[in-house]
């Protein structure tokens, strides 16, 4: 601002400086908090995968987009055997370190494009976009396998532990996204009433 003296000549001027730095710290921490907020109601707190309300968001989004563009997906639906013989025998401490494993194995035979979640307890979905049913076997059993040959030490000894599988390839005529996901369930029951740690698809 310009400060005239009593000639009416500028001989002065006033500066005023506002330091916006802690208001720009409190907006990016407020900025980052919001995301963290977001991904934790996104996310399971014990395996970091989705969570059930999420993954099944995921779900009825990919229904639609299969509807909408006549692609193929797949969907995947499992859990692990005989998990509560873990619990009572290991304990439970035990029992989240076998869930924790199972969803890095997961995460580590999933693509960058599949949706995987913790469903609940010890059952597990994948939802592969553009995948067929026959692929979505590959990846099941790619997965069972994985896990047949894991050990989870603990102070118990070591576990070994196997998993049962459902799959279900999209189809036009199913009704909405809980038919897709009915479907799959009743291959992972087929796979338990047949031996478990397999893999069967849905026909």
Same mark, same amino acid.
């Given at each position: ?7 009416? !000549? ?15 710290? %409190? %907006? ?11 991904? #934790?109601?996104?996310?399971?707190? #014990?395996? *970091? #995968? ?10 009825? /989004? +990919?229904?639609? +987009? ?20 873990? &619990? ?18 997961? %995460? ?13 307890? !010890? $059952?597990?979905?994948? #939802?592969?976009? &553009? ?9 099941? !059993? ?6 047949? $040959? ?6 118990? *000894? ?10 279900? $390839?999209?189809?036009? !005529?199913? $009704? ?5 996901? /009915?479907?799959?369930? %009743? ?5 338990? +009433? ?10």
């Amino acid at each position: 601002t310009p400060l005239k003296a009593l000639t009416g !000549e500028v001989t002065h001027i006033c500066l005023m400086i506002h330091d916006v730095s802690d208001i720009a710290k %409190k %907006k990016l921490h407020l900025r980052e908090t919001n995301q963290k907020l977001s991904h #934790l109601s996104r996310t399971d707190g #014990l395996t *970091g #995968l989705y969570n059930r309300a999420h993954w099944e968001h995921c779900l009825s /989004e +990919q229904f639609i +987009q299969c509807q909408t563009l006549n692609t193929p997906a797949s969907l995947v639906i499992f859990d692990i055997d005989h998990f509560k013989n873990v &619990n009572d025998t290991y304990g439970h401490s035990s029992g989240d370190s076998v869930i924790r494993q199972t969803a890095h194995l997961l %995460k580590k035979t999933a693509r960058q494009a599949d949706c995987c979640g913790r469903y609940g307890g !010890e $059952e597990f979905t994948v #939802l592969l976009p &553009n995948t067929n049913s026959d692929q979505a076997y590959y990846f099941s !059993e790619r997965l069972r396998k994985r896990i047949e $040959e894991t050990l989870v030490p603990t102070d118990q *000894g070591d576990i070994t532990f196997t998993v049962s599988l459902g799959i279900s $390839e999209f189809s036009s !005529e199913m $009704e909405n996204y809980l038919a897709w996901l /009915e479907s799959a369930d %009743k291959a992972l029951y087929s796979s338990k +009433q047949s031996g478990r740690n397999k893999s069967t698809i849905h026909t």
